[in-house]
C-alpha cells in the first residue's frame, strides 16, 4: 500500500484495495450507491465469469479494472460465487455516516465496512438456497490415534473423530462421535457444503477428506480459532437456550472441540452478527441405521449415481410430502433411518392412522400447504434478520399449527371416547397422535399471531413491494445503459437521477408523497395512531394552503413540493394568468421561472412541508418501534416456534408415507428386534417405477432368512434381476426403519444396525484407485465392521480381476461374513465355483434367475428367484441385445464353443480334479 504521502487511490478503490489484502481468499464486492463492484485484478478474472462488462477508471495511479451489478441482484451473483464456482465472497457495504463525523472523514457521506463473508456452508436466507436440502456445514475433529490400536492398519480406522455441523439457514445444530472408518458414509450421509479442518490437521486425514469431498464438489477450508475451548457453556450466547449442565457431559471431547470451531468459524464469517442457534443434539450411533457411503451412493438414496440428479433415486420415489421443512426431513430420515424399536414403531403407527383416516389426512395436508418454511424464517430472525412479509407468513403459519392441533385434538377425543377410553380411565390407552400432541406450544406464539394480525397492514405492504418492484426496475434499466468507465463516486448519483427523471412528472410525484405506503395499521399503538392523526391535520394544513394560495395567485396548477435538491418550494406548471405582484406581499423568494413555470420558496409552506416531513419521520420510527418489538416476540417464541415445527414436519412425513402407502399398495412392516428376513412380494421402489413408465411389470420376490439361511449366493444370467433383487432388499430395510411402509405384501424385518453394500457404483479412477482397489477397500470396510446385525448386499465381489483371484477374493469375503461377521448376507456372483465351493455351509443357500428360450431362439429372462444355481451367464444374448456386431458375436460364440469343449475334455480326464474341495472343514 503507499504511504500516507504517496498519491493514493479514489477513497473507494483505496479503500477496496485494502480489504482486498485483509479478506485476502474471497472475491470482495463493494457497495457503492445501488451498485456491487468488484476493483483491481478481481474485476478482470471474474467479470467474464460472472458476464459482467469490465470497465477501466482512471486514476492518478493508471487505470482501474472494475465491473459492476445492481445491488439486487446480489443474490444472483453470489450464487454464481458461492455455489457454482465454490467462492469466499466478502461483502463491503456501505453506511450513511452522520454529519458530525462528516468532517473528520473528509467529506465523505459514505463509510464502508465488509459485514459478511460469504462462503458455501455459511449461506443464511439466500434466495437460491435449495429449500428441499439442508445446507450444513460440517466440523471434523481428530482425536489422537488410540495407542493401542492393534488393527495394523495405516489409516487407523478405530481414530475417533468428533463431529459438529450446522445449517445457518435453519438453526440445526447437531453433533457425533464416529470412527475413522465411518468418516466416508459420515460425510456422504451429511452432504455438507463445505467442511472446516483445524489448520493443524494431519496430512493423511486431510487428503482422505479431500478425496471424499473432491468427488462431491464441495469446499474444504482450513480454520484456526482465534480462542480456546474451555467449556461448552461459553456457546450459549450463541444459543437460543443454554446447553444444559447434564447434556455437557454426554458430548465427547472430539463433538466439543469440533462445535467450538464451528461456532468460532461461523463468527469470523458473519463479521460478529448475533447468532441464535438450537443447542446442539447429539446423534449417537446406536440409534441410527448407519448407511456406508456406497450404499448411500449406490443405493441412490438421494441422488441417482450416473448424473447427482434427485430423479430416480428414493428420495424421489417416495417423496410425497408437501413442505419444504418436511421433504428437509425425510431427506434426512431416509440417510439416517432409526435404529430404535420404538422410534419406528411410533412413526409406523402415525402413518397407520393417516391411512385409516382418509379425511384426516386430506385436512392435515390442507393444513400443511398453507404453511411457509417456518424453520428457515424463524432462524432469520434468531440471526436479527426477517422482514415484515416473514413476520405475516409465520403469524399464517401459527394458525395453521393451531389449527392442526385443534384438529388431531378433536380426532383424539372422537376415538378415546369411542373407544371407551379417557384420561380419568387410568389406563395407559395413548393414541398416536397424542404424543405429537403433547410437543405442541402454542399459547405464546398464538399471542404473537395476534400482535402480528392488529399490528401490519397487508395492503400496505403490497403497495410498498410495488413500488419497490418499480424502483428496481428503473434501476435496471439504468444498469443497462451505465458505461462503466465512470467513476464509482459518479455512479452514486446515477440512482439519484433516475428518481428525478421518474419524478418529473410533478402530478405523479405529489402523489406518491402523499400515497407513501405505511406497514402498519394505525391502531398498531396508541403513538402510531397519535401521529397520524398529526399528519392528516398537517396535510389538510397543506391542502388549506395550496387551495389559498391558488386563488390568491390566480394559479390552478400551483402545487407544494418537497424535493432533494431545492428542499420545499411552490410551483406553478402553467404561469397563465399568475399574479406576480401578490408574491412580493407574500415575502416569496423566487427559484426558477421559464415561459410558463415559476418556482418559489414561501415560509409558510417552508414551515408546514418541515412539519410534515417530520410527522411522517416520527411514524417511520413508530413504525420501526413497534417491528422490533414484533420481532422481540418471535425471539421469546424461538424455541415453540421451532418445536411447532418439528411436529408439523413429522406429521408431514407420516401423512406422507400414508398417501405413498396407499397409492403404490405397500404394506406395513413388522419390525422386531430379532435378526431375521421375511420379505415377501418384494419390489424394488425405484426399477419398479421405472419399468412401468416403459409399460413393462415388475417381478416381485421373496427373500426369508431365518435360523435356517442366514446367507443367499444368487447366480443367474446377465440382466436376470440380481442386483436389483439385492438391492430392493436393502432399500425394502432402509424404508421400514425409515418408519415408511414397504413394497411388499408382507415384510418382517429384525432391526439392522448397519446396512453395507458393495455394488460398484463407484469406480473412482481419478482417485488413483484402480477399479479393483476401490472394490477391495469397500469390501474390507464391510468385513471389518459388519456386526451380526447388520445386512450385506454383495455383488460380483471379485470381478475386477481374473476369475481365479475373483473367485479366491469372493470366496474370502463370504467366508469372512459366514463364519465372522455373522450378518444377513446377500451375494451375487458370477463365479458358479463358489456355489460348490460352499455346498456345506447350513446356513447358505443358493438361489437363481433364469432364461426362458423356446426353440425359434427367443429368449425372455425370468426375473422371479428360484433355489439353486444358474450356471449360464448368457452374456452372449445381452451382447446381441446391445447391439454387438453380428461379426464380433460370431468370434465370441466361437470361443465360447472352445472354451466349453476343453472343459468337457478336462471333465473326462478326471472328474475328481476338477470339483473343488469343500472348505468349510479348512475354515473351522
Ligand atoms: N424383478 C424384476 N422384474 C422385472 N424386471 C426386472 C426385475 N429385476 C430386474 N429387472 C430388469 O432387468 C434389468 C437388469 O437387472 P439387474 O441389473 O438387476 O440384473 P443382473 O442380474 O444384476 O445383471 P448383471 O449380472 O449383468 O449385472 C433391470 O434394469 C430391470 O430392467
Known amino acids: 500500500m503507499p504511504g500516507d504521502d504517496e498519491p493514493q487511490y479514489p477513497t473507494v478503490l483505496q479503500g ?52 459492476g451489478f445492481p445491488f439486487f441482484q446480489l443474490d444472483r451473483f453470489l450464487k454464481t460465487l458461492v455455489q457454482d464456482l465454490n467462492r469466499y465472497v466478502a461483502i463491503c457495504d456501505e453506511f450513511l455516516i452522520n454529519v458530525s463525523s462528516k468532517v473528520k472523514s473528509g467529506g465523505l457521506k459514505h463509510d464502508r465496512r465488509v459485514t459478511r463473508v460469504v462462503t458455501p456452508g455459511t449461506l443464511i436466507d439466500e434466495k437460491f438456497l435449495d429449500p428441499y436440502e439442508n445446507n450444513f456445514l460440517l466440523s471434523l475433529q481428530p482425536l489422537p490415534p488410540v495407542a493401542n490400536d492393534s488393527s495394523g492398519d495405516v489409516r487407523g480406522p478405530e481414530q475417533s473423530i468428533g463431529l459438529a455441523w450446522l445449517d445457518l439457514s435453519t438453526g440445526d445444530f447437531l453433533t457425533q462421535s464416529i470412527n475413522r472408518g465411518a468418516l466416508p458414509s459420515a460425510i456422504t450421509r451429511i452432504a455438507p457444503r463445505e467442511i472446516i479442518l483445524p489448520a493443524d490437521i494431519s496430512a493423511d486425514i486431510k487428503n482422505e477428506v479431500q478425496e471424499i469431498v473432491g468427488y462431491d464438489h464441495r469446499l474444504l477450508t482450513l480454520h484456526q480459532e482465534t480462542s480456546h475451548f474451555v467449556s461448552m457453556s461459553e456457546w450459549s450466547t450463541m444459543l437460543e ?85 418436511g421433504s428437509r426431513l425425510l431427506r434426512d430420515r431416509l440417510s439416517s433411518p432409526s435404529a430404535s424399536l420404538e422410534e419406528i414403531n411410533d412413526r409406523l403407527e402415525l402413518v397407520s392412522t393417516f391411512l385409516e383416516s382418509e379425511d384426516l389426512k386430506d385436512s392435515l395436508i390442507f393444513r400443511l400447504r398453507r404453511t411457509y418454511d417456518v424453520q428457515r424464517i424463524v432462524q432469520k430472525f434468531a440471526l436479527n434478520k426477517g422482514d415484515a412479509d416473514d413476520i405475516l407468513s409465520l403469524a399464517s403459519a401459527i394458525t395453521e399449527t393451531v389449527a392442526t392441533r385443534d384438529l388431531l385434538r378433536a380426532v383424539v377425543t372422537l376415538s378415546s371416547n369411542a373407544s371407551g377410553h379417557n384420561s380419568e380411565s387410568g389406563t395407559s390407552w395413548e393414541h398416536p397422535l397424542e404424543r405429537l400432541l403433547q410437543r405442541f406450544d402454542l399459547e405464546g406464539p398464538s399471542h404473537l399471531r395476534d400482535r402480528v394480525a392488529s399490528a401490519i397492514d397487508e395492503e400496505g405492504l403490497l403497495q410498498k413491494h410495488r413500488l419497490e418492484e ?40 405529489d402523489e406518491i408523497e402523499l400515497t407513501e405506503p405505511w406497514i402498519m395499521r394505525r391502531e398498531a399503538s396508541d403513538t402510531l ?99 422490533a418489538a414484533l420481532r422481540e416476540l418471535v425471539i421469546q417464541n424461538l424455541v415453540k416456534l421451532r418445536r411447532n415445527a418439528s411436529v408439523m414436519d413429522e406429521l408431514d412425513v407420516a401423512s406422507a408415507f400414508a398417501t405413498l402407502a396407499k397409492e403404490q399398495s405397500w404394506v406395513r412392516p413388522l419390525v422386531n428386534n ?151 448376507t446377500l451375494f451375487a456372483t458370477h463365479f458358479h465355483a463358489l456355489a460348490d465351493m460352499t455346498r456345506d455351509w447350513p446356513l447358505l443357500a443358493c438361489y437363481c434367475t433364469d432364461v426362458l428360450e423356446d426353440e425359434r431362439g427367443s429368449f425372455a429372462f425370468v426375473h422371479r428367484l428360484k433355489k439353486g444355481i444358474n450356471r449360464q451367464s448368457h452374456a452372449l444374448k445381452v451382447a446381441k441385445l446391445a447391439g454387438l456386431p453380428p461379426t464380433a458375436l460370431k468370434v465370441a460364440e466361437s470361443v465360447l464353443q472352445h472354451i466349453s469343449e476343453k472343459k468337457s475334455a478336462s471333465l473326462t480326464q478326471g472328474s475328481a480334479e476338477a470339483r473343488p474341495p469343500s472348505m468349510s472343514a479348512a475354515a473351522g
Open 16 to 67: 477496496a484495495k485494502q480489504n482486498m489484502a485483509k479478506f485476502d481468499n474471497c472475491v470482495l464486492l463493494t457497495r457503492v450507491g445501488n451498485f456491487y463492484e468488484l476493483y483491481f485484478e478481481q474485476a478482470e478474472e471474474y467479470g467474464p465469469l460472472l458476464s459482467l462488462k469490465v470497465g477501466y477508471k482512471q486514476t492518478k495511479l493508471g487505470p482501474v479494472p472494475m465491473a
Open 674 to 824: 430379532g435378526t431375521e428376513h421375511r420379505i415377501i412380494g418384494g419390489r424394488h421402489p425405484t426399477v419398479k417405477l421405472g419399468l412401468e413408465e416403459q409399460g413393462r411389470s415388475f417381478v416381485s420376490n421373496n427373500l426369508v432368512l431365518d435360523q435356517n439361511e442366514r446367507v443367499w449366493l444368487v447366480t443367474g444370467p446377465n440382466m436376470g434381476g440380481k442386483s436389483t433383487f439385492l438391492r430392493q432388499n436393502a432399500l425394502i430395510t432402509i424404508l421400514a426403519q425409515t418408519g415408511s411402509y414397504v413394497p411388499a405384501t408382507y415384510a418382517e424385518i429384525g432391526l439392522v444396525d448397519q446396512i453395507f453394500s458393495r455394488i460398484g457404483a463407484a469406480d473412482d479412477l481419478f482417485r488413483d484407485q484402480s477399479t479393483f482397489m476401490v472394490e477391495m477397500l469397500e469390501t474390507a470396510a464391510i468385513l471389518k465392521q459388519a456386526t451380526s446385525r447388520s445386512f450385506v448386499i454383495m455383488d460380483e465381489v471379485g470381478r475386477g480381476t481374473t476369475p481365479e483371484d475373483g473367485t479366491a477374493v469372493g470366496y474370502a469375503s463370504l467366508h469372512h461374513l459366514y463364519y465372522t461377521n455373522r450378518c444377513r
Open 241 to 325: 437456550s443454554p446447553v444444559d449442565q447434564d447434556a455437557d457431559s454426554a458430548f465427547s471431547t472430539g463433538e466439543k472441540q469440533a462445535g467450538h470451531r464451528l461456532l468460532d468459524y461461523v463468527q469470523h464469517r458473519l463479521q460478529g452478527l448475533e447468532l441464535r442457534l438450537q443447542p446442539p443434539r447429539q446423534r449417537e450411533l446406536h440409534q441410527i441405521l448407519s448407511i456406508d457411503r456406497s450404499s448411500l451412493r449406490g443405493l441412490e438414496i438421494l441422488e441417482t449415481a450416473r448424473d447427482g440428479l434427485g430423479r430416480g433415486s428414493l428420495f424421489h420415489a417416495v417423496k410425497r410430502t408437501v413442505t419444504k421443512s
Open 470 to 509: 418499480d424502483e428496481a426496475a428503473s434501476v435496471a434499466a439504468l444498469a443497462h445503459e451505465v458505461v462503466l468507465q465512470s467513476a464509482p463516486e459518479d455512479l452514486q448519483s446515477l440512482p439519484k437521477a433516475v428518481r428525478s427523471s421518474r419524478k418529473s412528472d410533478d402530478q405523479k410525484k
Open 529 to 627: 395512531l397519535r401521529l397520524h392523526e398529526e399528519l392528516s391535520n398537517l396535510e389538510a394544513e397543506k391542502v388549506a394552503l395550496a387551495e389559498s394560495l391558488r386563488r390568491d395567485l390566480k394559479a390552478p396548477t400551483l402545487m407544494l413540493k418537497s424535493t432533494p435538491g431545492l428542499g420545499y418550494i411552490c410551483h406553478i406548471r402553467s404561469a397563465t394568468g399568475f399574479k406576480k405582484d401578490k408574491l412580493e406581499s407574500l415575502h416569496a423568494k423566487m427559484v426558477s421561472s421559464s415561459k410558463s413555470t415559476r418556482s418559489f420558496y414561501l415560509t409558510d409552506w417552508t414551515r408546514l412541508g418541515r412539519r410534515i416531513d417530520q410527522a411522517m419521520l416520527n411514524i417511520r420510527d413508530e413504525e420501526k418501534r413497534i417491528f
